[in-house]
C-alpha cells in the first residue's frame, strides 16, 4: 500500500473543492524554533504544499535561543488573528521551552496538528474538531485502499497521544467499527496478540520488531514507525518477511509517512470551514 496515489487523491481533492469555492482566503501558520535542518525542510514542504492548493501561508521563524515567553507571544498573536485560519508549532521545541504551554495557546478550531488536549478530547467526545496528521493519514490510506475496518479485531502498538491513542479511537469509532486492541512495550505475548488481529498499526520506532511470527495470515499491516539506521531508514515491520502472509504491507519509507503534509492541508480547509469560511 504505497502512499503516494492516497496523498495524490487527497490533494487533487482539496484543489478541486478550492476551486469550486472561488478560491477563498485560507491561511496556514507555522512556527519554527530553532535551526534543525529537518525541521525546516519538513516546515517549507508544508508550505509548498499549502502554495499548489491556492492556501496561503504565514512562517514564523524563531532562533534556537528564543524564550519561553517570546515563543507563547508569536504563537497568542496568531491565535488571535482572523485571517490565520490554522497554527502548526513544528515539534520537537528546544528543550528549554514547555510545549505544553505553547500548545495551550492554540485554539481548538486552529489545531491543525491536533496536538492539543482539546483536540483529543474532542476526539474522545465525537464532537467535530482536528485529528493529528498521521492517524488520520492512516484512516484515509484504509479508506482508499478498501480495507474492512468493521467488525475487524485490530492492535495498535504504542499508546503516545501523537500516534497510537488517536489511533485506537479513530478506528473503534462509528463508521470504523473496528474491534481495537492497545498494546505497548508493557504488553506481555506480543507475537500472539499481533496474530489475532486482521489489522495491524505499529508505532513503536523499533526497527523491524514486527515480522513474520506477529501476522496473521491476510492481515493489513500499517508501518507508522521511522528508525534510521546505516541503511536508511526502515520501520517497525520486516516488510520482506512478512512478504507472502500479509495481504497488504505500507513501506517505510513511501507509505504512512508522505501523507502527514496532505493530511495538513485536508485539517487546514476543515479549520477555515469551521471560522465560517466557505470552503
Known sequence: MDGAPVRDAILAGLAARMSAAGNPHVCLATVLVGDDAPSARYVASKHRTAGSLGIASVGVELPGTATQAEVEREVARLAADPGVHGILVQMPLPAHLDAERVLALIP???DVDGLTETSLGRLV???P???????LGVMRLLEHNSIETAGRRAVVIGRSTLVGLPMVLLLARKGADATVTLAHSRTADLVEVCREADIVVSATGAAR?????????GAVLVDVGISRTENGIVGDIDFDAVQGIASAVTPMPGGTGILTVAC???NTLAAAAMQGVRV
Open 129 to 135: 474538531g482536528h485529528v493529528g496528521c498521521t492517524p
Open 125 to 127: 467526545r465525537g464532537v
Open 264 to 266: 495538513l492541508m485536508e
Open 209 to 217: 520488531s514486527i515480522g513474520a511470527a506477529h501476522t496473521k495470515r
Open 108 to 110: 481548538a478550531d486552529k
